[in-house]
């Protein structure tokens, strides 16, 4: 916790208390498809008939996002007709906020690598999308 209160301190952030954000993601189960091997319609049919509440667009792949609940089961139901690269349970953001001053951006960018580069930090989750400016 030190070195995580240290890197927030750092950076013009603070550490909250356990749960303090939570509220502003929900666990979620995602399932990543590489974009060149499949349509996107073909992959939205399919995505919903097996149990997934949406289907967006990530760089270079596909997330099918479910029900945590439901991540096995959609994987299955499309493991069939789509090369899965990935699939797991994440913190998605509910809602984001972007961020288009570089400066804001180069903070939170340099705050999130020296969260990663922690040992004992496995995930950071962020609600915010940043802009290129």
């Given at each position: 916790?030190?070195?995580?209160?240290?890197?927030?301190?750092?950076?013009?952030?603070?550490?909250?208390?356990?749960?303090?954000?939570?509220?502003?993601?929900?666990?979620?189960?995602?399932?990543?498809?590489?974009?060149?091997?499949?349509?996107?319609?073909?992959?939205?049919?399919?995505?919903l008939n097996a149990g997934a509440d949406d289907v967006k667009i990530?760089?270079?792949?596909?997330?099918?996002?479910?029900?945590?609940?439901?991540?096995?089961?959609?994987?299955?139901?499309?493991?069939?007709?789509?090369?899965?690269e990935d699939a797991q349970v994440?913190?998605?953001?509910?809602?984001?906020?972007?961020?288009?001053?570089?400066?804001?951006?180069?903070?939170?960018?340099?705050?999130?690598?020296?969260?990663?580069?922690?040992?004992?930090?496995?995930?950071?989750?962020?609600?915010?999308?940043?802009?290129?400016?």
């Open positions: 916790a030190a070195e995580m209160r240290f890197a927030f301190s750092r950076n013009g952030g603070a550490l909250g208390e356990t749960g303090s954000v939570s509220w502003m993601f929900e666990k979620v189960g995602t399932i990543r498809i590489n974009k060149e091997a499949v349509s996107e319609d073909e992959l939205m049919e399919k995505a990530e760089n270079e792949y596909f997330l099918v996002i479910c029900p945590m609940s439901l991540l096995y089961i959609v994987r299955e139901k499309l493991v069939n007709d789509f090369k899965i994440i913190w998605m953001p509910k809602n984001t906020v972007e961020i288009e001053n570089k400066e804001s951006s180069d903070e939170i960018i340099k705050l999130y690598e020296m969260l990663d580069d922690l040992d004992e930090v496995h995930e950071v989750y962020m609600n915010c999308e940043l802009k290129e400016v």
